[in-house]
Structures are given as C-alpha cells and as structure tokens.
C-alpha cells in the first residue's frame, strides 16, 4: 500500500516495488515480458496539488492524454476501439451510469458504484476494459472515489487512467454537490500491476537518481481522510479481533447514524468453525438468492447485442483452465443492464501464475457484520472453480471499500467463541 499526495511519488514509489519484487511473467499471448505484483492499493489524498503526470513519466505527454486520451473518457461514443471508458460508463449498458450515481447520492445513499465490465463479453474478449467498477462515498461534503483495475501498465497508463478518472468521472459526480471543491481522494487498486521489460531501461534512465526534486502545488484537499488501512492478521479468527479493536480506533462517520472504515487484508486461514454461514455460502453458490442467481444465472447482452444468461462460476473455471496467465477472469454479480447495485462482492478476480491460484476480491457498503459470510462465500467458489484442477490456492486478498456500521463499535465475541 502506497499513500502519497500526488501521482509523482505514487508512480516512482510502485515502479521501485515492482522493479525490486515483481516475479517475472510472459503475458497471455506469450508475446512479451512482465515483472508483476498483485493487489497494489494506492491512496492518493491530494491529486490536484500535483502535475497531470510524474516528471521524467515514459508514457503520454501531457498534451497527448489532455488532447487525445481524455476525451474518451468524455464521450459516449467508442468510434474504432472495442470499447472506451466513456462508452462503458455512458451507453455500454443502455444508459448514463453516472447519472444515476449523482441521483443517488442526492437522495440518501452515501455509496454508490459504476461498473465497466460486461460479463457477457469482456471473459472471452482479448482486450476488454481494465477499469472493473469505480466506487463513490459521499463524506460530509466531499465525493470520494475507489477504482478497481484487474490489470495494470504501472510505468506507461496508470497515470493516464488516474488521470481520466479524477478530471473526467470525479469531476462529473462532484458537479452536483459542489464542483472542484466536492473533489476528494482516490484510491486504487490494481489486480495486476506490471511493467512490462521494454520499459525497465527506459524508466532507469529516465528517472532513477532525481526524486529530490517535486512537482507538488499548494494543498487544495485540506480535509483529512485516512484513507483504506491493512490488517495485519492473516487468520480468520484474529481478522474478527482485530477489526474490532481497530474500527473504533479509524472509522469516521458517514451520515446521520453510520460509521465506515475502508480496508483491506491478506487471508491465509480460515480457522472458525461456522456451519450456519458455510451452509448459506455453500447455498448461494448453487444458485440461490439473488446473489446466487447473480452468479449461477447471469442474464446480460453481448456487446453486439445478443441477450444471454451465463454461469459465471462456469465460465471462470473454464477460462482458468484455458488460459492460466489470463488477467481477464473477473466474476462480477451486479447487474448494470437490470440497474442491480447492491450485490456484495463487486468484483471477483482469479490469476493463476505457476500452478497457484491467487484471488483477489472488492466488497463495499458491506455491513462490518456480514464479513466472516462474505469470507465463506468467497472460499466456496474457489472450492468450485479448483475442483478437477492440481493448483494450489495461496492467499486470498480481501478489499473492504467503504464498509459501513451502524455503531463505532463491533463485538465479534459471540463469533470468535
């Protein structure tokens, strides 16, 4: 985890962790060279006191990305690409996902999403977006922003798509709450976040011996927000504990009467014993429950417009089975093309490098009380998506962003006894 002001430190602080621990990789089509960590989560609490991109950045200049890349992000249209962000967001499903964002910030909601990903398309796809979902919470006056990434170019696009997103979607979110002044931090995570071997000796020459200078403005986001905090515990069981001692500590209010911490952990066991909640996961995973019918019996439209129900745990296992270094094996239940936001979690995404399978998973406005089912649910499909398969599963990564509580306090007692 990275929490910095701005994008300059941001990209030179990930580019250094990637160059120094990324495992080397060959892409799905074995065509080019990676160095790749998983799950790189950053906090930027500050982005408009920085530059549009870092000194010394390898990608686009600054007039390009203003000139070229961000009006995709504006408009609704996806001319000759497969897709644009301004297309997923604005017609990809039919309607203006973010018209119905600020509605419902306006009217009661402190958390709304959007989502990018069509699972009808984007698994088979060979270039579906990267952007999943990105998340909006209203605190007091402010419209905070997490984005989702199931892959990410860390030295050539992750300034550019931080970029668009704050200038373009934030900004249009915060129109109507109060503009400029409206815009809060963003948060990122990245599923996959690479560099690709090409770039390494360009991005040594570019920038390695010159971080003594910045690129930073005045201030403009004086408000705190803490940002997303990492438990250390990697057991069920001393989750619960310490995220009961920790949510009173960091969470802030969040309208009249709730109280939210976003964060994340690295699950290794699941040391309780809870047979009511494994039978519920185990449940749902058949197909039961709207959760379960949003797994099992997904009913979307290609891109082309063909209407289709898909089993989207099916279709994982399949693709994992096809195409182990894929960074496309996303299970996501929500439903934009039935307006359906509620559903937990918002994004499930299987890599699977070397014979072990990693999982990482993104809840939101998910009540504190309702984690260890979450958890078990998670478990369940892995479960599902190994059967038949000799990989090992290593450490599941558990993104909770914001997650609410009706009280400042939580008792996993009862739980954990």
Not at 49 to 59: D, H, T
Not at 128 to 140: E, G, S
Not at 180 to 208: D, P, R, W
Request: overall charge positive.
């Amino acid at each position: 985890m990275i929490r910095t002001r701005n994008i300059d430190v941001a990209w030179r602080s990930c580019i250094n962790t990637i160059i120094e621990k990324g495992v080397k990789q060959i892409t799905e089509d074995k065509r080019q060279e990676t160095r790749e960590t998983f799950c790189a989560t950053i906090h930027l609490s500050d982005w408009q006191s920085g530059k549009l991109v870092p000194r010394e950045y390898i990608g686009l200049s600054e007039d390009i990305i203003l000139e070229n890349y961000i009006p995709q992000y504006l408009s609704s249209e996806r001319g000759e690409h497969i897709y644009t962000y301004g297309w997923c967001l604005r017609k990809r499903f039919m309607f203006n996902q973010l018209d119905l964002i600020k509605d419902q910030l306006s009217n009661g909601k402190n958390v709304a999403f959007a989502q990018f990903w069509n699972p009808a398309t984007d698994i088979i796809s060979t270039n579906p977006p990267c952007i999943n979902v990105i998340i909006f919470h209203k605190v007091d006056s402010k419209i905070h922003s997490t984005v989702y990434l199931r892959s990410n170019d860390m030295a050539r696009a992750y300034p550019d798509d931080v970029a668009g997103v704050y200038t373009v979607f934030l900004t249009e979110v915060a129109s109507g709450f109060g503009g400029k002044k409206s815009m809060g931090t963003m948060t990122t995570i990245s599923g996959s976040a690479h560099v690709y071997e090409t770039s390494l000796n360009e991005i040594k020459q570019s920038y390695f011996g010159s971080l003594s200078a910045s690129n930073s403005n005045p201030r403009i986001n004086k408000e705190k927000l803490a940002g997303p905090i990492l438990l250390r515990s990697n057991k069920l069981s001393k989750v619960l504990s310490e995220l009961e001692k920790k949510f009173p500590k960091y969470s802030q209010p969040q309208g009249k009467d709730n109280f939210y911490l976003y964060f994340g952990f690295k699950l290794e066991e699941i040391d309780l014993e809870l047979e009511d909640i494994v039978d519920q996961a185990e449940n749902i995973v058949k197909g039961e429950g709207d959760l379960g019918k949003g797994l099992r019996l997904y009913k979307a439209k290609t891109d082309e417009g063909e209407s289709v129900i898909i089993d989207q745990i099916k279709l994982a296992k399949r693709k994992l089975e096809k195409s182990s270094q894929s960074r496309r094996i996303i299970i996501t239940p929500n439903n934009p093309w039935e307006k359906k936001y509620d559903l937990n979690p918002l994004v499930i995404q299987f890599l699977l490098r070397q014979e072990r399978l990693y999982t990482s998973v993104l809840f939101a406005d998910y009540l504190i009380k309702n984690i260890p089912l979450g958890i078990y649910l998670i478990r369940s499909i892995q479960r599902e998506i190994l059967d038949g398969n000799k990989s090992v599963l290593e450490p599941t990564a558990f993104f909770f962003m914001p997650s609410k509580n009706d009280s400042k306090n939580i008792d996993y007692s009862g739980t954990l006894s």
